[in-house]
């Protein structure tokens, strides 16, 4: 397995963390401070979740250089919208609510979250001590 099937196995391990934290999210904040507080709480531990998948796995995925570690991250920030976007969409989510978790403007923090995202597997090799070229 090459370092690009290894990099998607891994954000399919975050997107299935992910989705867990979505629905204790959903059950356990949404009641307590209303939806998007909440969803604003979550891009901060979502962050920390994405984090923790990458640093342990970041050695197994053998990526190799630094940009190829940001390329893995804008991989994932591509395959997360596209994924947001249609999960959002096929649970009947409109346009409005779904571009809202982006738009800083009203609030959405997401896109600090996909910032994050981006930089994840460099920060997490450079945590690890994985070596880059």
């Known amino acids: 397995m090459g370092p690009w099937l290894r990099s998607l196995a891994v954000w399919v391990v975050i997107i299935l963390a992910e989705s867990v934290h979505g629905t204790l999210r959903q059950l356990l904040l949404v009641p ?13 531990s979502g962050a920390l979740i994405i984090f923790g998948v990458t640093w342990l796995f970041i050695r197994w995925m053998r990526v190799g250089s630094r940009r190829r570690l940001l390329q893995v991250g804008a991989l994932w920030v591509g395959l997360t ?27 959405g923090l997401m896109g600090l979250g996909l910032i994050a995202m981006l930089f994840t597997p ?8 994985v070596p880059t070229d």
Not at 33 to 44: E, Q
Not at 84 to 94: F, K, M, P, Q, V
Not at 122 to 129: C, D, N, Q, S
């Open 32 to 44: 307590v401070m209303g939806d998007l507080p909440a969803r604003r709480v979550s891009v901060f």
């Open 81 to 107: 919208v596209a994924f947001e976007i249609l999960l959002g969409r096929a649970l009947g989510y409109s346009w409005y609510r779904l571009l809202e978790d982006y738009d800083l403007t009203r609030g």
């Open 122 to 129: 460099w920060v997490a090799a450079r945590v690890r001590g």
